[in-house]
């Protein structure tokens, strides 16, 4: 089955700095990798997703980047802010035809100093 | 708009008493999806039905069932409660779009309930 890796397990940045988070996937048949927010108490939230066929995918502040060959990808948060302090989690997924179903990364746990 | 509800919030029961998990998929969506998250881990694939169907079964134990209703609500029935068991349920919904060869589609999940096995 899918193999997610996500690193790091812990970040802590200076408000206004970048934060990066990578994951690699094992399964070569993937072809959707959400990005999911969660805070405490809380159920994941849907921040981004990226699709197979496009290599870089960016919505204001937030950006996530696909190497297929590789088998990474990872997400990018710019200017960064306290309420962006969460635990971070990537999946990747064969699809709807396949299921769907999510294999979770273990989680970034993001700290944003003010 | 209209978010994935997840009934109840919380639940404290005893070990080897048995336990009912609710989940409204958002409106006109026709999968849900359950995952079991454990203190300070990722969410876990549990089980999932597709148009009332199991579609997909993961590392869900046999003491579990679930099913999907007409309405598309689902439930999660759980019996034989050991301590392990406690951990955090949530129901994810979604809904097939797009067309061509990635058939892939975003999954939003509620709220959770917090199981507590005591």
């Known amino acids: 089955g899918e193999n997610v890796e996500q690193h790091p397990s812990t970040l802590s940045v200076q408000e206004g700095d970048s934060a990066v988070i990578k994951c690699t996937y094992s399964?070569?048949?993937?072809?959707?990798f959400p990005w999911y927010k969660q805070e405490l108490g809380k159920g994941p939230q849907l921040i981004i997703d990226?699709?197979?066929?496009?290599g870089e995918k960016k919505d204001q502040r937030i950006a996530v980047t696909l190497n297929k060959t590789a088998k990474h990808f990872s997400l990018h948060i710019t200017e960064t802010q306290p309420e962006d302090s969460a635990v971070y989690f990537c999946?990747?997924?064969?699809?709807?035809?396949?299921?769907?179903?999510?294999?979770f990364g273990g989680g970034t746990r993001v700290l944003v100093k003010p | 708009a209209a978010g994935v509800i997840q009934s109840p919030r919380h639940l404290i029961k005893e070990k080897r008493e048995t336990a009912t998990l609710k989940c409204y998929p958002i409106?006109?969506?026709?999968?849900v999806y359950w995952y079991q998250q454990g203190p300070g881990q990722d969410p876990q694939f549990l089980i999932s039905?597709?148009?009332?169907?199991?579609?997909d079964k993961g590392s869900i134990p046999d003491r579990f069932s679930a099913q999907q209703f007409s309405d598309y609500h689902s439930e999660l029935n759980m019996s034989s409660l050991e301590l392990g068991d406690s951990a955090l349920y949530f129901c994810?919904?979604?809904?097939?779009f797009g067309q061509g060869l990635e058939k892939n589609t975003e999954a939003f999940f509620g709220q959770g309930t917090r199981l507590t096995v005591v």
């Open positions: 409106p006109r969506h026709d999968t």
């Open positions: 994810a919904s979604s809904q097939k």
């Open positions: 990226i699709r197979s066929n496009v």
């Open positions: 039905f597709y148009e009332k169907m199991q579609s």
């Open positions: 999946a990747a997924s064969r699809g709807k035809a396949a299921g769907n179903k999510l294999t």
């Open positions: 399964d070569s048949a993937s072809n959707y």
